[in-house]
């Protein structure tokens, strides 16, 4: 479905299913990714994190995976749920004191 | 308990005023940071301080003043405020310098006519 107004991808999903939210990044040299999770209303929720030198890291029903050769980042969420319905951010750090570059972001929506 | 906190969470005011948004986290953290974030949800950081130094500082107009009277505050400073900086501003904190693993406040949503 389309969200009206706000311009960001959109991603809708059955409950139950599986999501997958993908990200490119812009930065060869980051050496850590990270996924934000942002409900409305509410500041940015740290979801997951990797470090440059993996390519997939396990969470409590997400993982995250990552290509370096075409600079992109997935994060998949297992049996989604409603609560998961929120705006979700990748970001990168370039390991300059903290600094995170977030993403466009991509608004997920779950139909129970 | 609320572990970073934000006031005021709504701020309505004219063009060309001044005003201050508080940040206070209990969590200990010795970094703190100012985001912005536009009505395309696009978020971008302004400053970070870490034990009181300001580490980074984007380009963001000198009219933004932050300042920290100790780790665990930091404020935000506005003055001659213009239409463009109508945006939610959240202050987040995490426990040092290289934790990407942040925890953002509530937000205040700033709006200037």
């Known amino acids: 479905g389309e969200s009206v107004g706000l311009h960001l991808p959109t991603l809708s999903v059955q409950e139950g299913d599986n999501s997958i939210i993908n990200c490119a990044y812009s930065n060869s040299a980051s050496d850590y990714f990270i996924w934000y999770k942002q409900e409305s209303g509410k500041g940015p929720q740290f979801i997951i994190d990797?470090?440059?030198?993996?390519d997939k890291r396990q969470g409590q029903r997400v993982t995250v995976l990552l290509n370096k050769t075409v600079k992109h980042l997935s994060l998949q969420i297992a049996a989604t749920q409603p609560g998961d319905s929120a705006v979700y951010f990748c970001a990168e750090s370039l390991n300059q004191g903290g600094k995170l570059i977030f993403g466009q972001g991509t608004e997920l929506s779950v139909k129970p | 308990d609320t572990a970073v906190s934000q006031t005021p969470k709504y701020l309505v005011t004219q063009m060309g005023n001044d005003k201050s948004i508080k940040c206070e986290q209990n969590l200990g953290h010795d970094t703190m940071y100012w985001y912005k974030q536009d009505s395309k949800k696009f978020l971008k950081i302004m400053f970070s301080?870490?034990?009181?130094?300001?580490?980074i500082n984007e380009t963001v107009p000198n009219r933004f003043s932050p300042k920290s009277p100790d780790k665990a505050h930091l404020n935000l400073h506005i003055n001659s405020l213009e239409l463009g900086d109508s945006a939610v501003y959240f202050c987040?904190?995490?426990?040092?310098?290289?934790?990407?693993?942040?925890?953002f406040g509530p937000g205040t949503r700033l709006t200037v006519t």
């Open positions: 990797i470090r440059s030198n993996m």
């Open positions: 301080y870490n034990n009181k130094e300001l580490i």
């Open positions: 987040a904190s995490s426990q040092g310098l290289a934790e990407y693993e942040q925890y």
